[in-house]
């Protein structure tokens, strides 16, 4: 009865990862207010009823897709963060870390990029809520830096909201590159590395009032 118990679970399990997939690949295309749970279910090869069993409706799914995104994006900045004693450390590290997680989780950056503008509010809003607890936790970090430690906590606030916009528009650059004009990716790369040099110089000049 165990063994069987488990099985049920682990099919579960993988019918809950099957609509997630399905659905990620769906919203490549279009905007997650347009997925119907037909859409979903016939790319699956399940019945529509058997939906119910994982998600109460699209708007649970497309919140179950942002956990499962934000998982792809908090890797990377794990990534960015570790084993860069100072920010010019972070800086040099963090564009190439950025590029490569997009193109090793394109689904998932397509995404978050697509939704947060998007015309589900509550998945929008989640986005939003994601984004802001990252920039609560980098400004958490930045306070541990050399010559960051005396910063305002609202200074390492809007230092965090600088990083973490860099980032995600240059994700949206990236995905946004024509695969067949590879100058265009590296002119989004470009940019991304000017910026975040500036934003370094600016950190060298500021002192917290």
């Given at each position: 009865?165990?063994?069987?118990?488990?099985?049920?679970?682990?099919?579960?399990?993988?019918?809950?990862?099957?609509?997630?997939?399905?659905?990620?690949?769906?919203?490549?295309?279009?905007?997650?207010?347009?997925?119907?749970?037909?859409?979903?279910?016939?790319?699956?090869?399940?019945?529509?009823?058997?939906?119910?069993?994982?998600?109460?409706?699209?708007?649970?799914?497309?919140?179950?897709?942002?956990?499962?995104?934000?998982?792809?994006?908090?890797?990377?900045?794990?990534?960015?963060?570790?084993?860069?004693?100072?920010?010019?450390?972070?800086?040099?590290?963090?564009?190439a870390i950025l590029v490569r997680h997009v193109h090793s989780?394109?689904?998932?950056?397509?995404?978050?990029?697509?939704?947060?503008?998007?015309?589900?509010?509550?998945?929008?809003?989640?986005?939003?809520?994601?984004?802001?607890?990252?920039?609560?936790?980098?400004?958490?970090?930045?306070a541990r830096l050399p010559d960051l430690d005396m910063w305002?906590?609202?200074?390492?606030?809007?230092?965090?909201?600088?990083?973490?916009?860099?980032?995600?528009?240059?994700?949206?650059?990236?995905?946004?590159?024509?695969?067949?004009?590879?100058?265009?990716?590296?002119?989004?790369?470009?940019?991304?590395?000017?910026?975040?040099?500036?934003?370094?110089?600016?950190v060298e000049h500021w002192r917290s009032r």
């Amino acid at each position: 009865m165990e063994a069987a118990a488990e099985t049920r679970q682990e099919r579960k399990r993988r019918t809950r990862e099957a609509i997630l997939s399905a659905a990620l690949q769906i919203v490549e295309q279009e905007s997650l207010a347009m997925l119907s749970l037909r859409q979903v279910t016939r790319e699956v090869g399940i019945v529509p009823t058997a939906f119910y069993r994982h998600f109460a409706s699209i708007d649970e799914l497309g919140l179950a897709l942002v956990d499962e995104s934000f998982a792809s994006l908090r890797e990377m900045i794990r990534d960015v963060r570790r084993g860069n004693p100072e920010l010019a450390g972070v800086i040099r590290s963090s564009v190439a870390i950025l590029v490569r997680h997009v193109h090793s989780q394109h689904a998932h950056f397509r995404f978050i990029g697509r939704e947060r503008f998007g015309g589900v509010r509550v998945v929008r809003d989640a986005i939003h809520h994601e984004l802001e607890l990252f920039e609560r936790e980098l400004a958490t970090d930045l306070a541990r830096l050399p010559d960051l430690d005396m910063w305002a906590s609202e200074d390492l606030r809007v230092l965090a909201n600088l990083i973490v916009n860099a980032m995600v528009s240059t994700a949206e650059g990236i995905i946004s590159a024509p695969p067949e004009r590879p100058e265009a990716e590296r002119e989004v790369i470009h940019t991304a590395e000017q910026q975040l040099r500036l934003i370094v110089i600016g950190v060298e000049h500021w002192r917290s009032r």
